[in-house]
């Protein structure tokens, strides 16, 4: 028994953000990410990364139209810097997507399948609310 308490502790101190996340205010995809995780249905590990890919496919149409909307907006030099500044981003997507199936790989259990999936779609969703803040910024008069 003081054996739980003690990694349920440890856990909490490890992962503070997990054992209180909360969507984003005003993020749309978040709130829907956390209603379709609390679905009784989607307990198991299936359905939890079925929620992630959902949310990730939403905040790549969501990246994908702020960068167009950027892209016509932007003056041509400011437009050349974010092309090669996304085409860093998606590099290092890429690179950190392999560095965390390499992490992830190193452990055993069903609860780091979800938890994988949930740090991709952060990555994303970061991403995505960074270039609508920008196209927000560009509203600006």
Sequence with gaps: M???????????L???????????PGD????ALEQCLALP???ST???TDCEAAAMHRYNQRMNVAYAALMRRLPAAAADRLRRSQRS???FRDAEARARGAIFATKQGTMFVPMESDAATVLVGDRARLLERYVRVLGIE
Excluded at 14 to 24: L, R, T
Excluded at 28 to 31: L, S
């Design 2 to 12: 003081i054996v739980r308490l003690i990694v349920c502790y440890v856990i909490v």
């Design 14 to 24: 490890m992962f503070p953000a997990a054992a209180v996340a909360k969507p984003v």
């Design 28 to 31: 749309a995809t978040a709130v």
């Design 41 to 43: 249905a989607n307990a």
């Design 46 to 48: 299936a359905g939890q």
């Design 89 to 91: 981003w998606l590099a």
